[in-house]
């Protein structure tokens, strides 16, 4: 009854009451008032209502406002760590240099607080989510620790006052077990419920957790609370199984029984003490989680059943795991002794709910709750992976289990702590066993049927998903700790069971070559295969390695090393191995041959162990190195086609294989397996081994025919060059064999860079990480960039002048392209083949620059590190008989032409023998001459040196030929000769001489026999018996077509003779060499050249390396100069000397053909694109001088004809129409506006160009008539239309069927046919319309161009004559069909806004407003293209194609249909004193415009355009000499706006008196006083200038000054007029000096005058002053209208600086760190894809759904908003620009770059960028060019949603 009382009252007295009963020493009575309180308020049934949270507040804050209290627990805050907790996509920052763990991570606050100049640091965007780990010791150097975080401070913090907490240590127990009940309550078995919906219950809990939060939030004081609370084990067994009263809590507690039941683990109590749990201690209860499978209920599998029985899931088998853990009975047992124990669980049960997992890691920063938090993870270890392996979601899950396992094993004091306390070793191999057990198959790799060998089945979940991802990565986290590494490798079981985990996926992904049909279904299988092994075996053992660096720990490596063979051992036995591997099939992985590769290589290097004393006997390194070579063997069968019946995906595997994230962990471990085999075993046997793998020993053979059992004939060539190429990269290879980590990371980095130019960082990924798989610079004593710097040149981010953008890149120098490039590093490196040849084609263009060598050159040979002494035993291979009689029939092969012999062959041979050369045998014992007699006839050289094998002549071979062959055809000749006499016996008895002395040689028998003889040593008989049966029966394939006979080849060759005549062969000259070439040898001096080079290397090697060879030498060229040519071979020289003549011929007729095509594309870029070429001049310039009398002749690109422009028949020109408001961003000062980085910053839009304007038209409308004010102005600035062109002509019917073929097109085009858009067909530039030519002839140039003396008034009377004539409606034709549709066309290029700006809509003024507009907006836009001023004259860019002239005719066309009411006709208002007309308006209507108040280029446009056309140049000239007096009288009183008063009154008066004295009207002065009077009249024109305006003036106006203003405001006009008579006259344009710019336009536009000034341009038809006073009468006229409006009409400025994009900071970070958390403005959300108009500063959200207007997203509104459907957006998040035009956009590229010159899209890298300036002007020269079309080429329509 007591808490009903309470209840009632107010919650803060409540509290203050209850604090102070608490307080008392006997507090009994506070407390059970307390508890009754909590009971009903707290009561778990009631669900959490916000009621309850309010009452939680109160109650800890006793009586103060919660807020309050919050501050106060605040300031007794005693954290050093920082500790934030973020979630994914955040973005962070890590420091390499700061980094003690590779897991290390900052938050922006901290990272920017701290110094990190100069560091190797990144953003990034955290995946999983993280914490800050500033002011954690354990995890970073203190040196990066920011500014708050450097200060310890707890020191000076004071210690918290005992009350202030007390409240809290009493209630929140009770509120945390409410959650836990709630969860307890909520939770339901996935089988249990259907509609299973675990996220009510959480979204029910939100608040309750969130309050949570917000409490580790307050600091260290009340994290201390907290953890006292959840880590009090007294506490929880009170309140967890409830008091005996309470019905409902015991209930709960049930559910929290079945639950722990159902998930597989068994509480202590019930296991009862039979199995002996109750006495293990909580933290080795650890490994409990595993035992029981899901699948069996718990009550009757017991643990000896499990043990026992394998169930049969499938056909998959379990292995026995509980047996080989530390303790059995802890299998299956978990208890809770804490609340944060249970809630873990309850965490866990969940799945890792997000709320949840941050609340946890708040808590971090308190180390007694980490220590704990870190054992009750790795006791629920095990319960963990097992809840993953369910989970649907399990990506999510990954995710938020290393956000929390991250933090805790990355800080090694900690890892060591539980991996001592808690067994975490053993329970993480341990449940990685039994994660992959889930998953495991029978092997049938070898023998299929009994095989023993289980591997992982790659199609599973767990595996395609990578769901064992985070354990991996928990497990490679710890074991990064040395300490944790040395138990690991200390405990033999542990080691034991990881050996076994390893084998599971030894052999995995099995390929079977398919024979006869391609395979239905290719599976992808392997990317899971690939990253298994990389991950679960690779990454775990490149850890190990990094503690396995010194000599102390050589112990661990022989133990390691010796589990390794044993378990290999085991694995042969079980897949049933003998010597043979299986045919046609493969596996790419053997994770336990490459573990004890590794661990041989590091102790031989680093910990100077002996090799031999690691190695097995011979017949486990025979057993060893067959699947190794199998694999290599079979990456050539799959480059020769062989397996491609499998599908792509093998060849998808055998590039992974050597790709750089994998290669250093799968085929350098390989190939160096191989090479240790290759060291210690026979290398007779080794070397037929190879060649019997690569199936190409039948090859070999000197007869010109064989028969392959094995290979087509077009598959040999490829085998039998990879077979050598491998033989090669096995004999050359250091990398494992002596190499340095400098010189292996030199050698990576030649090859890549030989291979292409690279940008940094696709080279720091493409070479792998040698081997420490974390670090960002790779270990050792020379970094990256060091490195970098001395192979390579940096290349400077360029433009091309299509303007694809150029990444920064670097480029091998010279002397490595000299002296370092390895080819052979090169082949075992590249994924494509293609990157060889790109490689090959690099070199020789580098010779070919150089001056080296010109033609084609050979891969050069290059010098090798010498070998580690342990494996000198390598080059035995080089100088053993197989091999050398392998190199000898493959020379007499080549010489004889026979086939599948090529370049490549011989270049591998000849690269053998160099190497032999180079590496002589070490051991100089006699050589065993007198043991050859024993087997003779197989011995075909006396020993093994390769010095002395070169000069040893071969007589004869026998070889096994079918019996059609070549050889026997000739034997039976020689038969048939010698039967003609009765045969003497001595020539008999020589033949039989012969035969007896001929070697027969079969790399099988040879194989075999060596094999038998190691197997069997002591049985010499054995050996004996296999020889013959081999090498005759290995050659009779039953029933092979034609049978085989024996055949004696008289040779008489040796391999020095074989060169010289190769050499012959090559070079096409019969004594190539001669005997004074052996003279000056120097093999030094054929370093680079093609195979000659390489021939006169090996012999010269030769020759100086010993002397007999070099007498052998010496006669053999002797012998040859006499051409002899061998009998044999002529038929064969000769073929190939046609064979090598022919391709020369094609050769060259290909490279004829080449140049042909290079300069017809030359010529027709030079027609489709200059400026010179006259075609394109007569359709543009009409007056050209040629083009006189006849009429102009088109080109059309469709049909190819050529005819003129006919009213029938039009032809047009191919345009591009858009809409542009480039010069409605003009600004007044040409400085860029700066992009707003911080909140005091702004743009303001009120100056620019376009508002200004928009303000003076409706400030116009507001007093005067409207289709007065709609002629006074021109619109356009805004939402104008560009016409551009390409300047191809067609015909419009042509063009007509050329859309409708384009329409039926299917192809995807990057275009929409159905809005008119197309590519013009000659140059494929886009387009959208057609601009019809008018018919006709050019201009008759004479009479329009010829000066007449008509005076002044004479012309300005015809002009006005002209005007008054009516418009002719031209008569219905297709030509005028085609103009109205342009019209359409150019109407609906723009939105409807930006052609109404009359008051009533769609009116005739309207619409003539905007035709004149038109003119002007493309006028003005061709100034801005030039400069900005007429300077350079007529050889600009923009002039080159420009379609003014015919747009003109198709305006004025249209314009002519308005004709002007003579009434309001400007131009008599302009020429005449007229009297004044006030009287004439009625009182309701508006007065006109008055003239001072008028555009002046708009009336000049008005008037060409609406006379009648073409229009004699002295009338124009007319209409601007008019027209510029009025622009000189406006110029003048802005001028005089401008003054003071005491000036304006000066200057009156100094005018008035010129005026007296000589009244003219070409001065300015008397013009200036004039005006001045006048105005002056009008009371409040000059009355308004107070202040302000002597503020602008403050400078004294000198004659000078006030004439250079004059000149300025003048210029626009006259640029204008001048480019407008350009267009229409075709005059030239001549270039001057900006000063000279307004005499030298005067000067062409007919004005009269002289360039001292201005004035002097005037020439008026009546008397000026009159004029002038008539025009300002207009003014002083509108006494009603405010005089501030007038005054600004009065003063417009008509000039404006270029056009700019916004100035952009220099870093990056300013931009993104104020942007990227920035909110929308009109959703106030944080958007996901935040981004910014570069033309106005606009912040908008991309794709964001938030900001959707009809369906519409933002950018695209903001697009057509601002740039009139044109947008420049730099995406914040990508750093990347993307352009939208119209309906399309296309991702631009970055402006932004690092200090590499590389862009980072998405900044996946996150390294500082920096502005490229020269990028920037690009993308601003294409905004303002219109170019955006043409440029960029990947368009893609945005359907609105960007």
């Known amino acids: 009854m007591m808490a009903a009382s309470l209840l009632r009252r107010d919650k803060r007295s409540t509290a203050a009451h209850l604090k102070a009963d608490l307080k008392r020493t006997d507090n009994s009575s506070g407390l059970r008032e307390l508890r009754e309180l909590l009971d009903n308020v707290l009561h778990p049934e009631r669900g959490s209502e916000p009621e309850a949270l309010e009452w939680c507040k109160s109650l800890l804050a006793g009586g103060d406002g919660f807020d309050e209290f919050c501050r106060t627990v605040r300031s007794y805050d005693n954290a050093t760590l920082c500790g934030l907790v973020w979630t994914a996509n955040f973005v962070a920052y890590r420091c390499r240099t700061c980094g003690i763990s590779p897991c290390m991570s900052l938050c922006a606050e901290c990272f920017n607080n701290g110094d990190h100049t100069g560091h190797d640091f990144n953003m990034f965007r955290s995946q999983a989510g993280g914490a800050c780990d500033c002011g954690d010791g354990n995890v970073m150097r203190e040196s990066g620790f920011c500014s708050r975080h450097r200060l310890q401070t707890g020191e000076n913090v004071p210690s918290v006052p005992l009350d202030l907490l007390l409240m809290s240590e009493m209630v929140l127990p009770r509120f945390i077990i409410t959650i836990i009940q709630y969860l307890r309550d909520g939770y339901t078995e996935p089988e249990s419920a259907a509609d299973r919906d675990l996220q009510k219950v959480l979204q029910e809990l939100d608040l309750h957790i969130s309050f949570l939060e917000e409490l580790t939030k307050m600091g260290g004081a009340m994290r201390t609370v907290l953890t006292k609370i959840l880590t009090n084990q007294q506490t929880f067994k009170e309140l967890s199984m409830g008091q005996e009263e309470s019905v409902y809590a015991k209930s709960n507690y049930e559910k929290y029984l079945s639950a722990l039941k159902s998930s597989g683990l068994v509480s202590v109590e019930e296991k009862g003490a039979g199995a002996g749990a109750t006495d293990t201690p909580a933290g080795a209860g650890a490994l409990g989680l595993l035992g029981a499978t899901a699948a069996a209920s718990l009550e009757d599998s017991s643990k000896e059943e499990d043990q026992d029985g394998l169930q049969g899931v ?132 070898q023998d299929e049927e009994n095989n023993r060998h289980v591997v992982v089945n790659c199609g599973e979940a767990l595996l395609k998903n990578n769901t064992y991802w985070p354990l991996v990565s928990d497990f490679i986290n710890i074991l990064s700790h040395q300490s944790v590494a040395k138990r690991f490798l200390e405990d033999q079981s542990l080691l034991l069971l990881w050996m076994s985990f390893v084998s599971f996926f030894q052999g995995m992904n099995l390929n079977k070559r398919e024979l006869n049909e391609h395979v239905e279904f290719e599976s992808q299988t392997y990317y899971a295969a690939f990253a298994a092994e990389l991950e679960a075996c690779a990454q775990p053992m490149w850890g190990l390695l990094t503690h396995c660096k010194v000599k102390e720990t050589h112990e661990y490596t022989k133990t390691v090393v010796r589990y390794c063979l044993e378990t290999l051992q085991m694995w042969f036995d079980a897949i049933g191995f003998a010597d043979e591997p299986a045919l046609h099939q493969l596996t790419f992985h053997l994770p336990l041959h490459r573990y004890y590769a590794m661990f041989l290589s590091k102790g031989v290097k680093c910990q100077g162990l002996d090799l031999d004393s690691l190695l097995p006997d011979q017949e486990m390194l025979m057993k060893i190195m067959v699947h190794p070579l199998q694999i290599q063997a079979s990456l050539s069968e799959i480059h020769s086609n062989m397996w491609v019946r499998n599908g792509l995906q093998i060849k998808g595997q055998a590039m992974t294989y050597v790709q750089s994230h994998f290669c250093n962990s799968m085929i350098d471990p390989d190939i160096y397996l191989l090479q240790v085999c290759a060291s210690r075993l026979d290398p007779d046997y080794f070397i037929s081994s190879v060649f019997e793998r690569f199936k190409v020993v039948d090859l070999l053979t000197m007869a010109s025919q064989h028969q392959n059992a094995v290979l087509d004939s077009e598959q040999e060539r490829p085998m039998l060059e990879g077979a050598l190429t491998f033989l090669v990269i096995l004999s050359s290879l250091r990398v494992h064999l002596g190499m340095s980590d400098d010189e292996i990371l030199r050698a990576e980095m030649v090859s890549q860079l030989c291979m292409n130019d690279r940008t940094h960082s696709s080279l720091l990924d493409l070479i792998p990480e040698n081997p420490n798989p974390k670090s960002g610079v790779v270990p050792g004593s020379c970094s990256f960039e060091e490195m970098l710097a001395a192979v390579a040149d940096f290349k400077a981010p360029v433009f091309e002048p299509g303007g694809s953008m150029q990444q920064g890149m670097y480029t091998p120098k010279a002397e490595v392209w000299e002296k370092e490039f390895d080819p052979i590093m090169v082949i075992l490196r590249t994924v494509y083949r293609r990157d060889v040849q790109s490689a090959m084609d690099r070199y020789a263009a580098f010779l070919k620059q150089s001056g080296v060598h010109t033609g084609n050159p050979w891969p050069p040979y290059k010098e090798r590190t010498p070998l580690h002494p342990c494996y000198k035993g390598l080059v035995r291979l080089l100088h053993c008989k197989t091999l050398h009689i392998v190199i000898f029939t493959l020379l007499y092969k080549i010489w004889m032409d026979h086939q599948n012999m090529s370049e490549h062959v011989l270049c591998m041979v000849l690269y053998l023998i160099e190497l032999g050369l180079d590496n002589p045998v070490q051991d100089d014992q006699v050589e065993e001459e007198p043991c050859i007699e024993e087997h003779c006839h197989d011995s075909w050289f006396p020993g093994t040196s390769l010095l002395s094998n070169l000069h040893h002549v071969i007589n004869f071979v026998r070889v096994r030929v079918p019996e059609t062959a070549p050889e026997v055809e000739r034997k039976r000749a020689r038969e048939r000769e010698r039967e003609t006499p009765a045969s003497t016996s001595s020539e008999s008895s020589s033949f039989g001489q012969n035969l007896r002395e001929a070697q027969v040689f079969s790399l099988v028998a040879e194989r075999r026999r060596k094999f038998q003889e190691i197997i069997n040593r002591s049985n010499h008989e054995a050996s004996q018996a296999v020889r013959p049966k081999s090498s005759s029966s290995r050659w009779l394939p039953p029933g092979s077509p034609p049978q085989l006979v024996t055949e004696i080849l008289e040779i008489g060759e040796s391999m020095l003779s074989l060169l010289v005549k190769l050499h012959q062969k090559l070079s096409a000259k019969q004594n190539s060499l001669s005997v004074s070439w052996l003279a000056e040898v120097d093999p030094a001096h054929h370093a680079h050249g093609d195979g000659l080079s390489a021939i006169e290397r090996v012999l010269a090697k030769a020759a100086t390396r010993s002397r007999h060879s070099k007498r052998c030498l010496q006669e053999i060229c002797g012998q040859v100069s006499p051409p002899i040519p061998p009998k044999k071979n002529s038929p064969g020289d000769k073929k190939s000397m046609d064979k090598e003549e022919r391709r020369q011929r094609a050769r060259e007729r290909q490279q004829k053909l080449l140049a042909e095509f290079a300069s017809r594309q030359k010529s027709f870029m030079e027609t489709a694109m200059d400026v010179e070429s006259p075609e394109t001049d007569s359709v543009m310039d009409m007056g050209s001088a040629e083009a006189l009398d006849s009429e102009v002749l088109y080109d059309c690109v469709i049909c190819g004809q050529s005819g003129p422009s006919t009213e029938d028949r039009p032809t047009g020109l191919v345009v591009l129409l858009q809409a542009s408001s480039v010069l409605g961003h003009r600004c007044r000062s040409d400085t860029p506006k700066r992009l707003p980085t911080t909140e005091e910053e702004h743009i303001s839009p009120e100056d620019t160009c376009g508002a200004t304007h928009d303000v003076r038209l409706s400030l116009m409308q507001r007093y005067f008539k409207d289709s007065s004010c709609l002629q006074s102005v021109s619109i356009g600035w805004v939402g104008g239309v560009y016409v551009q062109t390409c300047g191809h002509t067609l015909h419009i019917d042509c063009h007509k069927s050329y859309m409708e073929s384009l329409r039926n097109d299917q192809v995807l085009q990057g275009f929409s046919v159905d809005k008119g858009e197309f590519t013009c067909p000659l140059c494929r530039q886009f387009a959208n319309s057609v601009l019809p030519c008018r018919p006709g002839r050019g201009m008759e140039t004479g009479a329009w161009h010829t000066p007449s003396n008509k005076s002044m008034s004479t012309l300005v009377k015809e002009v006005e004559d002209l005007q008054e ?108 004193s007229t009297q004044s007309r006030d009287n004439e308006y009625c009182d309701d209507e508006r007065p006109e415009v008055p003239m001072l108040f008028r555009d002046v280029p708009s009336l000049l446009i008005i008037f060409i355009l609406t006379m009648p056309q073409p229009l004699h140049k002295e009338h124009f000239t007319c209409v601007v000499k008019v027209l510029y007096s009025l622009q000189y009288t406006q110029a003048l009183v802005a001028l005089s706006v401008r003054f003071s008063r005491e000036e304006r009154l000066a200057w009156s008066n100094t005018g008035a008196a010129k005026k007296v004295l000589q009244n003219t009207p070409n001065s300015w002065e008397s013009l200036l006083g004039h005006v001045i009077s006048e105005l002056t009249k009008a009371k409040d024109v000059y009355g308004i200038n107070t202040e302000e305006t002597l503020v602008l003036s403050s400078s004294v106006w000198s004659p000078q000054s006030i004439e250079f203003s004059l000149q300025q405001f003048c210029l626009p006009f006259l640029r204008l007029s001048c480019l407008l008579q350009h267009h229409l006259y075709g005059d030239s344009l001549p270039g001057c000096l900006v000063e000279e710019e307004f005499s030298l336009l005067a000067g062409c536009l007919g004005l009269a005058g002289s360039a001292q000034s201005s004035a002097a341009c005037l020439e008026w038809n009546i008397n000026a002053f009159d004029l002038i006073s008539q025009w300002c009468s207009e003014v002083i006229a509108l006494s009603d209208t405010p005089t501030q409006q007038s005054v600004s009409l009065l003063g417009q400025d008509p000039q404006w600086a270029a056009p700019r994009l916004l100035h952009l900071p220099d870093n990056y970070n300013t931009i993104f760190q104020y942007y990227h958390r920035k909110s929308c403005t009109s959703c106030g959300k944080s958007p996901k894809d935040p981004a910014l108009c570069l033309v106005c500063g606009t912040f908008v959200c991309l794709k964001g759904h938030c900001c959707k207007q009809q369906g519409v997203c933002e950018c695209v509104l903001h697009s057509q908003h601002c740039g009139a459907a044109t947008g420049i957006f730099l995406l914040i998040n990508a750093s990347v620009i993307i352009i939208i035009r119209g309906h399309r956009f296309c991702l631009w590229g970055s402006v932004y770059l690092d200090a590499h010159g590389e862009e980072d899209r998405d900044l996946r890298r996150g390294k500082p960028l920096y502005l490229c300036e020269e990028r920037y002007r690009v993308l601003e020269q294409q905004w303002v060019s219109h170019t955006f079309d043409h440029i960029n080429k990947r368009w893609g329509p945005h359907y609105n949603g960007l």
């Open 314 to 445: 499938g056909q998959r088998k379990r292995v026995k795991l509980s047996s080989s853990t530390k303790d059995p009975s802890i299998m299956d047992t978990l208890k809770h002794k804490c609340f944060l124990e249970e809630l873990l669980f309850w965490t866990i049960k969940y799945e890792f709910p997000q709320k949840m997992v941050t609340f946890l890691l708040n808590m971090l920063p308190d180390q007694d709750y980490k220590i704990n938090f870190t054992k009750t993870f790795v006791q629920h270890y095990a319960f963990i992976m097992k809840t993953l392996m369910k989970s649907h979601e399990s990506d999510t899950m990954s995710n938020r289990i290393v956000h929390i396992s991250v933090q805790l094993f990355s800080n090694e004091e900690l890892a060591r702590h539980v991996t001592e306390e808690c067994q975490l070793l053993d329970i993480m191999v341990t449940v990685l066993l039994y994660m992959m057990e889930s998953c495991l198959i029978k092997s049938e790799l």
């Open 1365 to 1472: 004539q009516l418009g002719i409606f031209p008569a219905e034709s297709n030509l005028s069909k085609e103009m109205e549709s342009v019209i359409k066309d150019i109407k609906n290029t723009t939105q409807k806004k930006y052609t109404d700006y009359g008051k009533n809509s769609g009116s005739p003024d309207n619409d003539f407003l905007f035709m004149y507009s038109v003119a002007r907006t493309n006028l003005e836009l061709e100034l801005v293209h030039r400069g900005g001023n007429l300077c350079s004259g007529g050889a600009s860019a923009a002039a080159k194609r420009s379609c003014l002239n015919q747009l003109f005719h198709v305006l004025a066309m249209h314009m002519r249909l308005y004709s002007i009411d003579s009434a309001y006709n400007p131009w008599t208002r302009l020429t005449q």
